[in-house]
């Protein structure tokens, strides 16, 4: 892919109770065969398990993910040392051991057509903002509160849970209410 294409813009509704969905159009033009996908991340932040992938065209797509908790095996305690949230840093605290994983955006290019991810297809990591906000899409087993430096504060219910970071000398965590989203792909 190209660096100026594609960044994707879209719509991103989140409840508890009912399934997330990805809707957006994508802006520039994908390369053949290209697929967005979603995968639940283990601790260390790599792809584990693909919830969902739709093809890429220069028009609309529509990405709908399931509403149950991820796989167990991507799944791991939200400890303050492994949170790499934007804005996370300095004193880090978690009020209550839950379980976690985190929801990663990648783009890879179906080069055989069977409509998933083949080993011999490299993902490409996708970061999705809002604004030039980071948009950061979170499960967890249990309503927790987590706190840091810059006055970082975000409480979660359990499920899924998606916000927004506001960086600057605070580090604002906003709930996601729908904004217009924008993926970035890394190159």
Do not use: H
């Amino acid at each position: 892919m190209k660096a100026s294409a594609p960044a994707l813009a879209g719509l991103l509704a989140l409840s508890c109770a009912q399934a997330l969905t990805l809707q957006g159009t994508v802006q520039g033009a994908p390369p053949a065969g290209a697929r967005l996908s979603v995968w639940s991340e283990g601790a260390a932040g790599a792809a584990g398990l693909e919830l969902s992938s739709v093809p890429l065209s220069d028009g609309p797509f529509d990405l709908p993910l399931p509403d149950a908790a991820p796989a167990s095996r991507v799944q791991y305690p939200l400890r303050p040392e492994g949170i790499g949230w934007p804005g996370v840093i300095g004193d880090v605290k978690v009020s209550s051991p839950v379980q976690t994983s985190d929801l990663g955006f990648y783009v890879y290019v179906d080069t055989n057509g069977n409509a998933r991810r083949d080993a011999n297809e490299p993902l490409q990591s996708a970061f999705p903002e809002v604004q030039r906000q980071p948009v950061v899409t979170v499960w967890v087993s249990g309503d927790v509160k987590v706190t840091a430096g810059r006055g970082f504060e975000l409480k979660l219910k359990s499920g899924w849970n998606t916000f927004t970071v506001e960086l600057g000398r605070v580090a604002n965590a906003l709930a996601y209410k729908g904004q217009p989203i924008s993926l970035r792909v890394q190159r």
